[in-house]
């Protein structure tokens, strides 16, 4: 497991490191607020929901050294990378091949019990707690979905390709909740739209994008944006120039259909699309 926080600064826990863990929990558990409402009269309540809380990781870890000297850095070290100042970091847990991330909070400087057992000339117990505010692991890596599919290579140098330009794809989303996206629409087009035909939802831009100029559209709650990037790399908010009847659509659990159109020819258009799924527990 390695924590990095919002410096840059990382400690990887694992056998023959310095920082050894004895235990963590928080690994699967975690809550819900179950919401329901009640007619009159009615025996019992009716589901309207289930909305996850936040996620409580935590861990002691031994710190070994070989004197006091060294202890003291590692101790050092721990409580500089987990301050609860720098913020959210990312945690992530690898086991076998399964790779997992979250971002998660140190909740408080990291806690070194006093006590022969705790404390030695060579080892000292740190008790950390981290709160992840969203409660799922992701895969580590956001996964891009090309719209450009190449068929033919040739043996010489340069700027070249050809190819079919894929205005349909299915994506599937094989973790446990519904999962956002990062669109990324390049142009020249002209009112461009992507359509989940499997749920109907729709995202269409009422706007001409030129050569060059890209529009990064983030469907995440608590993040979600339209931002217009011009030919010279000058970013700004656009979020009117999205259709009213558009939702921010994330990517149900299992397949999704996706097209997508244009009131111009599409052909040669480039829309990219990036998402992490996401898992209730390692």
Do not use: C
């Not at 003291?72 to 500089?80: A, C, D, E, M």
């Amino acid at each position: 497991m390695t924590f990095t926080n919002s410096s840059g600064e990382s400690i990887t826990f694992r056998i023959g490191s310095p920082f050894m863990i004895n235990n963590i929990e928080g690994l699967g558990e975690v809550g819900a607020d179950i919401q329901s409402q009640k007619a009159p009269f009615q025996d019992g309540s009716s589901f309207i929901d289930a909305v996850m809380n936040e996620r409580d990781i935590s861990f002691n870890v031994t710190i070994k050294g070989r004197n006091d000297t060294e202890i003291s850095q590692y101790r050092t070290q721990l409580s500089r990378v987990f301050s609860p100042k720098l913020g959210p970091g990312t945690l992530r847990y690898q086991y076998g091949d399964i790779v997992r991330v979250i971002e998660a909070t140190p909740t408080h400087v990291p806690n070194f019990p006093s006590g022969n057992e705790n404390r030695g000339s060579q080892f000292q117990i740190a008790l950390l707690d981290l709160i992840a505010h969203d409660p799922y692991w992701k895969t580590e890596g956001i996964e891009g979905e090309p719209t450009f599919e190449p068929l033919f290579q040739f043996p010489f140098s340069g700027e070249f390709q050809m190819g079919i330009s894929r205005d349909e794809r299915l994506i599937v989303n094989d973790g446990d909740a519904l999962t956002p996206l990062v669109i990324e629409f390049y142009g020249p087009a002209e009112n461009p739209k992507v359509i989940n035909e499997t749920t109907g939802e729709f995202i269409q831009v009422n706007q001409t994008l030129g050569l060059e100029e890209v529009m990064r559209i983030n469907t995440a709650d608590g993040e979600k944006s339209v931002i217009f990037i011009n030919a010279e790399g000058v970013e700004r908010n656009v979020f009117n120039w999205i259709d009213l009847d558009s939702t921010f659509f994330k990517l149900r659990v299992g397949e999704n259909y996706i097209t997508y159109t244009a009131d111009s020819d599409i052909q040669g258009a480039i829309v990219n699309f990036y998402y992490q799924n996401r898992y209730n527990a390692l």
